[in-house]
């Protein structure tokens, strides 16, 4: 037995199913999941000493690399000074400022300890200040697991068959309105016809937890209008795309100012930290200025405000993005190619350093139906090849991956030539 096998078995003894998040547990894909012991530059390491190149991040965050002794240092050197004060700090105010500067539609903002509590915090709000019920959000796509999201929900929930979780009272997923992702004509008629009735669109402006589906033109503006038109509120859900797909994240890259942004994975460098913000009336609506109740004990945390703005720092130097996207663009059409060397039939989307793969002879991927028709058994086996021969992808075909800065061309290489070998027996 591998010492992976060994801890999985202690652990399905005293946590559900073995993991603190489901997607973990390669429960769709088979087999046993890998327990990591450290992890460094592009790479993980697990129990049994085995190196990965990893294309997982943590799900997103380490874009500056794993234990990238920069932000490690910046994080013992906050250690030291305590690690909770439940007390206003000049950090907090430092990051603040980072993030307002670097999102300009964000004139206001408030930290919090996830993505989850990012969304559903920013609902109550966009419900509070409108003072509507209905929200509206896109089949596949993933916000968090707050009740009011986990309707037609992607990622996890997706994979694991439970994209309407029990658990969620029908008198509460009633009020959450669900279209399909990228099309615009379905918007613009729910509008016209309730349109007085929705407080706010959460939308992935790339969407990332149903693998890798970029908007398609003038998607993002139709939301964009529709909000304005019926004083509805837009909330760009950037937990993933923020400081990945741009610096300025998806809103910058497309060019789309929403009401509020949603922030988490990268503003934490791997701490648990995310964030909402946007149009300054609308947040000063949040206690203690107004209303509507918001709070959390250890937000805004030291410690992980200072692995953030370390990562914020890091992702603003010069060059950092041209180097990431010349990288992944790299990777992508160097599997393309492998695939098709081998006859495998392979398409992809990349945005910036964000991107996916899907086994499907389709040339150009849009939308939610033609993601769930892709062969999700040719992607059980290729991740598996991919893990034997020390490539970590996400453990689902219903996952983006992701490149970081850590990763030298020569890991990319190998990537593909890993790939290659796989392809041949798929
Ligand atoms: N929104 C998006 C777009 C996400 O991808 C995720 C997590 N993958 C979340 C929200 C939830 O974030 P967390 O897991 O930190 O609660």
């Known amino acids: 037995m591998s010492h992976s096998e060994q801890l999985f078995a202690r652990a399905q003894k005293v946590i559900p199913g073995g993991v603190n998040s489901p997607v973990r547990a390669f429960k769709s894909v088979g087999g046993t999941p890998l327990f990591i012991e450290r992890a460094e530059q592009a790479y993980l390491f697990d129990a049994d000493g085995k190196r990965y190149i990893d294309y997982v991040g943590s799900w997103g965050p380490m874009i500056a690399g794993h234990a990238n002794p920069e932000i490690i240092a910046a994080v013992k050197e906050a250690v030291d000074y305590g690690l909770s004060y439940g007390a206003p700090t000049s950090i907090e105010v430092d990051m603040a400022e980072r993030i307002c500067e670097i999102m300009p539609s964000i004139e206001m903002v408030r930290m919090v300890n996830s993505g989850t509590e990012a969304t559903m915090s920013a609902i109550r709000l966009a419900r509070g200040f409108t003072g509507r019920d209905n929200i509206l ?148 609506q949040l206690a203690p200025t107004g209303p509507v109740y918001q709070a959390g004990t250890l937000s805004g945390n030291p410690i992980a405000m200072a692995a953030g703005l370390k990562t914020l720092e890091i992702i603003s130097r010069d060059g950092f993005y041209e180097d990431l996207d010349r990288k992944t663009d790299r990777m992508v059409k160097g599997m393309l190619l492998a695939a098709s060397d081998n006859g495998v039939p392979m398409t992809s989307n990349r945005v910036g350093a964000m991107f996916g793969l899907f086994f499907s002879k389709e040339q150009l991927i849009t939308n939610f139906s033609q993601v769930k028709q892709c062969d999700i058994g040719s992607f059980n086996r290729f991740f598996h090849g991919m893990l034997q021969e020390g490539v970590n992808l996400a453990p689902s075909a219903y996952e983006a991956g992701f490149v970081s800065s850590a990763h030298t061309d020569q890991d990319i290489d190998n990537t593909i030539a890993a790939a290659r070998k796989v392809f041949v027996n798929l």
């Open 137 to 284: 959000k896109f089949e596949g796509g993933y916000h968090g697991h707050a009740d009011s999201l986990l309707v037609k929900a992607g990622s996890g929930a997706l994979t694991l068959g439970e994209p309407d979780s029990p658990g969620v009272p029908a008198d509460i997923a009633k009020h959450t309105l669900t279209l399909d992702y990228n099309n615009s004509e379905q918007v613009e008629a729910l509008f016209k016809a309730q349109g007085d009735s929705i407080a706010c669109i959460i939308v992935e402006p790339v969407s990332g937890n149903m693998n890798c589906v970029p908007p398609v033109p003038g998607f993002l503006e139709t939301l964009r209008k529709v909000c304005d038109e019926y004083g509805a509120i837009l909330i760009l859900d950037e937990v993933m795309t923020g400081f990945r797909v741009a610096k300025g994240g998806a809103q910058a890259y497309y060019n789309i100012k929403p009401d509020l942004t949603t922030l988490g994975k990268i503003i934490g460098g791997g701490m648990p930290v995310g964030a909402f913000g946007g149009r300054a009336d609308i947040m000063q």
